[in-house]
């Protein structure tokens, strides 16, 4: 089936531990982002690319890296985890020829910090 | 500031018709989409609106006033498995999208 794909579904990691969440598409979609959602508040940007070889700053990049180095895959690396990173994780992905440029998101992935 | 409103919860009965609001002060106006999330699943596209008026599409409507900052999501014949969150999300003019925080639909038999 053709889509997102999330790696890990869920996560529990120790405070100052690095890791690294995954996302691969088939979809040969240009652009993706990494999204957090945390209770009551709307989606966040961490991080986006709008084409391989390309990344930028979201809302919320701070204590997150990302790279692109092709167009299916785009990892979200947390180098030094805080409880404050506790939440659930959503990779999306979307074609610029697409004048809506609808958003297709992967399952998720929830982290918690302790 | 960017801002989107609506509310965090209604109540419906399977086979009425629910109105869900959403207002927004955002830095310019490039769309707004309504995306659908069930409890523990990815948010999915439901429509699209950039210009005023109403778009249509099965039970599912959307509608805009860009002059009022204004949006609503109509679901009529209303299912069990409408029972989820629906996020409104303003694309700004720098193509920087902007969410609420979502409003969690419960469908009643």
């Known amino acids: 089936t053709a889509g997102i794909t999330q790696a890990p579904t869920s996560q529990i990691l120790a405070a100052g531990r690095s890791m690294t969440l995954r996302c691969t598409q088939d979809m040969r979609h240009n652009a993706m982002y990494w999204y957090r959602q945390d209770l009551g508040l709307g989606l966040r940007l961490i991080h986006y690319s709008n084409t391989a070889g390309t990344t930028g700053k979201g809302e919320v990049p701070d204590g997150y890296s990302v790279s692109r180095a092709n167009t299916d895959d785009f990892p979200l690396t947390l180098a030094s985890a805080v409880p404050s990173q506790t939440s659930v994780y959503f990779c999306?992905?979307?074609?610029?020829?697409?004048?809506?440029?609808?958003?297709?998101f992967g399952a998720g992935s929830r982290l918690t910090v302790l | 500031g960017q801002n989107i409103d609506q509310p965090t919860e209604m109540t419906a009965t399977e086979g009425a018709i629910v109105q869900i609001n959403c207002t927004y002060q955002?830095?310019?106006?490039?769309?707004l989409f309504w995306y659908q999330q069930h409890a523990g699943e990815a948010p999915t596209f439901l429509s699209y609106n950039v210009l005023d008026g109403l778009e249509e599409k099965g039970r599912f409507s959307s509608f805009l006033s860009r002059s009022k900052g204004y949006s609503y999501l109509l679901l009529k014949e209303l299912q069990m498995k409408d029972s989820a969150s629906y996020l409104c999300a303003v694309r700004e003019s720098n193509y920087q999208l902007i969410w609420g925080a979502g409003t969690k639909l419960i469908i009643k038999p």
């Open positions: 999306a992905s979307s074609d610029a020829g697409d004048g809506a440029n609808v958003l297709t």
């Open positions: 955002t830095s310019g106006f490039n769309g």
